[in-house]
């Protein structure tokens, strides 16, 4: 019998109506003649209202604390969805992470899973009980209550999906799907029905929500299928899996915009081994995350280095770079906070040309400035004026038919 | 070093504030030079809040998963509880009954206590920590959670130090301590200093609240001083003990009146062994809790057979009775709503005649009539008209003294 995980997010869940209508989209699973493994979220704001209630008696509070006081969201949650499938005649049971042995590493608030045990909820899935699983948590070999971070139910999830070997994990949410870009930059934008892991992971990073990355990796590593979905009605969603023969015609899947970027120059660095990770540590020591790192030398003895972080982390930047411009030789320092980067994604550009060239003529048919490239194997990012951003996302889009499904673009 | 429990009731952690004046007591408590362990409740209407979500979604719902739900509001106290100490800078860990295997039967939502890992809360202790422990809940031997019941916080506590050989187990609630009789019915009456788990236990049953009889019977069990304090302020409460060689002088410790009773009078019944056991058991199959029983013989082949139950169980009672009329040859059923019953209760009636006197001088004193007397080794019990009950009970508390404490009582 095949193995279903459902997951339902925050939104999903947040009252009574809507834990029952995620508890009879279970249902119909298991009428189906399915095995069903439910994964839930907190309700709605709860999780926001648990994190102000601790603020209020400790401004820092200790970690494994707050995940003894946030666990208990989701703990909720499971325990309605197991009552309301009950009231529908259907055997359910819930767990909590340290019941079903999800055992993370204890590195409370972003924990990392190291494995489940499988066969307890096994067993009940053959006594035709729908188990519903507490998500974003687990449990230390100590018994701690852990937390995974940022999108951790989608990541217990894939990872159940993952240890019970199931057929699919659908991830149900308040979108249709993974869309060639964003509908609100791009109205015309339609549903992706297909995309894979490595595109998944390249527009996650690239601030295409809907998924967090590790939960994709997680999905690559252990070859779980993701059905992204809406939670709303039936259709299908967007599928995630490896890449299959069909992907490498499409040149672009997706593209994305992001403008709370900014881009760091450093002007005149001593071009001697090492400074450039020099550079880098120091700003991995202030907890500022790198984006894409450019890299030109300008004589023998002198290069330019350039990258891209978020915007909220500049002041961190500028003061971590303080400490090592001498270090480094550095003549100056050049920042851009007005910037946009605009970038396609798809697995076809491993095997096609012509890619960059198409997108270099989008962005000079829209007449905007280019103010550096970057590419990885299956992406292309150019850093644009902020201001120009908009026409130059609509334009890229309009370039590679981005409004059209895979099978019916022209080029 | 001593080790002292803590229990704060949910009145006493009911918001930010409260906590952090409970986690104050249970510093103050260590910087004296104690071992603190503290057990908590959930948050003022916590529980209520969740048991109403429960029913939005199953007017029903199946007990392991109520468990598992409710059990989420003493999990947020105790972290929240260890935040507050701290941000007090005081080294805090929380637990939930499952994490120090507060071990019990799988009865959900009326579970019995079998065992506790003190080994595991010592371990902390040691190391300078105050441990805060859920109340109310444990884990069955299969890892679900379980919930103690009514009053189950405090058996909780007192299981706990009992377990950690603990000193003492102080009480906080929202009353001084024990009373002689109800203040709001007797303004004069006084707080007990002291009272043995016996008279606790007769005034647990006879409705004169503040504790359950479970943590009363586990103290006695194993030999747990229960103090039972204010969480307002400093004054010392009431101390259930053992009986003392100086409690034998004291005739009548409290004095309490019930009003929400029935009594039913099975008129005729025919006087065969196993007749009374078939009525109770009936009784018993349609969860009808019952008080005191009278039985009299009325003739050799019939008795009356006469007993108390709550006033709400009285449907279900009459409707069980309905059923095992016949069967028993009872000739005419007969109820009486309107009752009260006045007791009083002391160990030192075991050692000294004439209270029964002195309690039925009182109420003639009162121009009362009594309609039925039960006792028991340490108690005296009267049933009165309910419109009698104030002006009975005020008499009966005048000649006990019951204004006084008791070592200066004249009787």
Not at 267 to 273: E, I, Q, W
Not at 318 to 344: N, P, Q, T, Y
């Amino acid at each position: 019998m095949a193995i279903i995980v459902q997951k339902f997010g925050g939104t999903s869940v947040a009252d009574a109506q809507k834990i029952v209508r995620a508890a009879t989209r279970a249902l119909h699973a298991h009428q189906q003649g399915n095995q069903v493994v439910v994964v839930a979220s907190a309700r709605g704001k709860q999780t926001d209202q648990l994190i102000a209630d601790a603020l209020e008696v400790n401004p820092n509070p200790p970690r494994r604390e707050m995940d003894q006081l946030i666990s208990t969201g989701e703990q909720q949650t499971v325990s309605l969805m197991a009552m309301a499938l009950d009231a529908m005649g259907q055997k359910a049971i819930s767990f909590t992470g340290a019941q079903i042995r999800m055992v993370t590493d204890d590195a409370h608030t972003r924990a990392r899973i190291q494995s489940i045990d499988a066969a307890r909820i096994q067993q009940w899935l053959d006594e035709g009980y729908i188990a519903i699983v507490a998500g974003f948590q687990g449990v230390d070999e100590r018994g701690n209550v852990t937390t995974l971070g940022r999108g951790g139910s989608d990541t217990s999830a894939v990872a159940l999906a993952a240890a019970l070997n199931a057929r699919v994990c659908e991830i149900y949410t308040d979108v249709d799907g993974i869309y060639t870009t964003d509908p609100r930059k791009f109205p015309k934008a339609v549903k992706m029905e297909h995309i894979s892991y490595d595109e998944m992971l390249e527009l996650a990073s690239l601030g295409a929500g809907v998924m967090h990355g590790r939960s994709i990796e997680f999905g690559k590593k252990y070859d779980v299928p993701i059905h992204v979905r809406s939670s709303m009605n039936d259709n299908p969603g967007t599928l995630i899996t490896h890449e299959v023969a069909q992907m490498e015609g499409i040149l672009v899947s997706g593209a994305t915009m992001q403008k709370e970027l900014a881009k760091i120059s450093l002007v005149g660095v001593d071009n001697k081994p090492g400074n450039a990770a020099r550079v880098f540590a120091h700003l991995a020591q202030a907890r500022v995350i790198v984006n894409d790192i450019i890299q030109t030398e300008v004589s023998t003895e002198k290069a330019n280095l350039s990258f891209t972080i978020a915007k909220g982390d500049l002041t961190d930047a500028k003061k971590a770079l303080d400490g090592i411009r001498k270090e480094v030789g550095c003549e100056s320092l050049f920042v851009r906070d007005d910037i946009a980067e605009i970038s396609v994604v798809g697995v076809g550009m491993r095997s096609h040309y012509g890619v960059a060239g198409k997108l270099f003529e989008a962005l000079a048919q829209a007449k905007v400035n280019i103010d550096s490239i970057t590419t990885s194997e299956i992406r292309i990012s150019c850093i644009v004026d902020i201001g120009h951003g908009d026409k130059a996302l609509t334009s890229v889009c309009e370039v590679f038919e981005l409004d059209k499904p895979a099978d019916q673009r022209t080029y």
